[in-house]
């Protein structure tokens, strides 16, 4: 084994869904391995995005901030175009962008369904087809999507199914665009979490820091709380998990740089689960 493997140094990724969360782990997570991160999202006028590019730049990276709907051909072509003319190449895409109506099956309306199947699976497959070409005629690329727990399970959360529905796509488009880009030595993958903090509620540093801490007890159900809500919120909080935590942004950046790196060249058409437990 060589360490060397699991380095980016020199590589051009494009993240998807960069602007914040886990999207902002996995950009950041590539750039401090060594590679050059074009970050993108459908909101720019925050600042979010900018700032994440900037971040990237701090640590002697090639960094951009690009808005894009990846619903929209145009957009994620003009990004690609972008992308090449910035770097020179792309050697990595990273999808994470992702879209919820937590509605189940007799609520969501046919406007929710097209928002939902617009970004989640279409937008996914436009980044695809746009990269794939590029990456067929250098004969390299790692193509990472994020799917979910629920794309291989049923999602015992009933507002969260139809989302789960989307992300069996995902999981779907992974393997079988392994298998038609693979013999140009284009690897296609997918990182299956399963619950991860969010900036609004960090646990990496509580978790780190105190790691015989971590909650392993349901909490006590509110006394309104329906049989059917106990239900949901055992089976998918971190209580549910057998490691009892969250994942932290660091611990799915990791496996994500691992997917990109040469150290997994022979990893095609995987659902990586980086899931605390929670498929086993």
């Not at 996995?26 to 900018?50: M, P, Y």
């Not at 002697?60 to 020179?88: C, H, N, Y």
């Not at 992300?167 to 393997?175: C, E, H, L, Q, S």
């Amino acid at each position: 084994m060589a360490l060397a493997d699991f380095s980016l140094a020199g590589k051009k990724a494009i993240v998807v869904g960069g602007r914040r969360n886990m999207g902002k782990g996995f950009a950041l997570g590539f750039a401090e391995a060594g590679a050059d991160v074009i970050v993108t999202d459908v909101n720019k006028e925050d600042g979010a995005l900018q700032s994440v590019a900037d971040e990237i730049k701090s640590m002697g990276r090639r960094s951009l901030a690009v808005k894009t709907d990846i619903s929209k051909k145009s957009e994620v072509d003009a990004l690609v175009a972008q992308a090449m003319d910035e770097l020179g190449g792309i050697d990595i895409l990273m999808n994470v962008a992702v879209r919820y109506h937590r509605k189940s099956l007799l609520d969501l309306d046919d406007q929710g369904w097209d928002e939902l199947t617009d970004v989640n699976l279409k937008g996914y497959w436009n980044t695809h087809q746009a990269v794939a070409p590029i990456m067929q005629a250098q004969g390299s690329g790692s193509i990472i999507n994020l799917t979910s727990r629920g794309g291989l399970k049923a999602h015992a959360d009933k507002g969260m199914g139809n989302y789960a529905i989307l992300k069996a796509g995902i999981a779907m488009m992974t393997r079988q665009y392994s298998r038609y880009l693979g013999p140009s030595n284009v690897r296609v993958n997918a990182i299956a979490p399963s619950l991860v903090e969010w900036e609004q509620h960090p646990a990496g540093d509580f978790y780190r820091e105190n790691p015989d801490r971590a909650p392993r007890q349901p909490a006590a159900p509110r006394p309104d709380m329906s049989e059917q809500e106990k239900f949901e919120a055992w089976s998918t909080g971190p209580e549910s998990l057998p490691l009892g935590r969250v994942a932290t942004f660091e611990e799915m950046a990791n496996a994500a740089v691992f997917l990109a790196s040469d150290a997994a060249s022979y990893v095609t058409g995987a659902i990586l689960c980086v899931d605390g437990g929670y498929m086993a």
